[in-house]
């Protein structure tokens, strides 16, 4: 870990500066190697995390490098992601503070860090605070509530119902009734484990972690998906009596905004955000943060699938 930093921090930026600044010995440090690295090669990609008290008042992530062969790859972002969820899982309640390089602004935004205060150099470079919230359920709802609305305009601007989003497969409304009916198996499986005491199920960790960063990760890509229940999230016979594009809209919105109600009276201890909780049909167990996570790139998966009938349409996304 300290020869990737030193490659990059030292060597790369021509920065001389005491990398080893004591912090270390109370750090949590993460890393990704290759399989077959041998003893003594650089990590792929490295990061520190540090406890309440050390460098701020709140858990901090830093020394963040990546090496230049591991780049566009995808890999810092997965290394930051889990870098977030481990400090979640290890402090939580706080949020977590970063330093960051100015010109990665746009990269710590896209992982839910806003600035904060002005930017300063450090060793000569550029940088500015950066904060990302604990999550909460008014935070975690939102981030779902706000990919619903998206799909929900980008829905209203297809005008044909009729024609298939892809060959052979579901058109506009019957996307929508498929959003319905895994919103709906989500919300019946949640209310059914919240009958158990969290301190029984187990803890999240490392694995779950990952497990979570790649489903989110997989619903991203231009992955076509199969139901993985086998049928149980097929659009036949969900609200029938919805006739309409805004009645079937409506009955969407009435549905998620009462299975949160359950799930905020249900899930209420703090000891929810800390155990893995829901099992997806193919990615396995993951915790509660993970869970809406996945609800909101479920949702903008089927936005880049409604695009697909309309190159025209408005890039919420860009």
């Excluded at 077959?36 to 963040?64: H, T």
């Excluded at 943060?289 to 860009?318: C, E, G, K, S, W």
């Amino acid at each position: 870990m300290i020869r990737l930093r030193l490659d990059v921090f030292v060597v790369e930026q021509d920065c001389v500066y005491a990398d080893l600044d004591g912090k270390d010995l109370d750090a949590v440090h993460l890393w990704a190697e290759r399989s077959d690295a041998e003893r003594g090669e650089a990590a792929e990609a490295v990061v520190r995390l540090l406890p309440p008290g050390i460098s701020y008042d709140v858990p901090s992530i830093g020394r963040v490098a990546c090496k230049d062969t591991q780049r566009g790859t995808g890999l810092g972002q997965e290394l930051m992601e889990r870098s977030v969820r481990a400090c979640q899982r290890l402090w939580p309640q706080y949020a977590v503070q970063i330093s960051a390089q100015q010109y990665l602004i746009g990269f710590y935004e896209s992982i839910g860090f806003q600035i904060v205060g002005e930017g300063y150099l450090e060793d000569n470079i550029p940088h500015i605070g950066m904060v990302r919230p604990w999550h909460s359920w008014d935070q975690m709802i939102q981030l779902v509530s706000t990919a619903a609305l998206e799909f929900e305009i980008v829905y209203r601007g297809l005008l044909d119902n009729h024609q298939p989003v892809l060959d052979g497969s579901w058109n506009k409304m019957e996307v929508l009734k498929h959003l319905i009916a895994s919103e709906s198996s989500l919300f019946a499986y949640m209310q059914k484990k919240s009958q158990a005491a969290p301190e029984s199920l187990p803890a999240i960790d490392l694995e779950s972690d990952g497990r979570g960063v790649k489903l989110v990760r997989d619903l991203k890509s231009d992955t076509r998906w199969n139901d993985p229940t086998g049928g149980l999230l097929s659009p036949v016979g969900i609200a029938e009596t919805a006739s309409s594009d805004e009645a079937l809209i409506a009955y969407w919105n009435d549905s998620r905004a009462s299975g949160f109600q359950m799930m905020r009276e249900e899930m209420a201890l703090e000891a929810w955000w800390t155990v893995q909780l829901f099992r997806h049909p193919q990615a396995g167990y993951i915790s509660l943060y993970d869970t809406f996570a996945v609800m909101a790139a479920h949702i903008r998966h089927h936005i880049h699938q409604l695009r697909r009938l309309d190159p025209n349409l408005q890039d919420l996304d860009a």
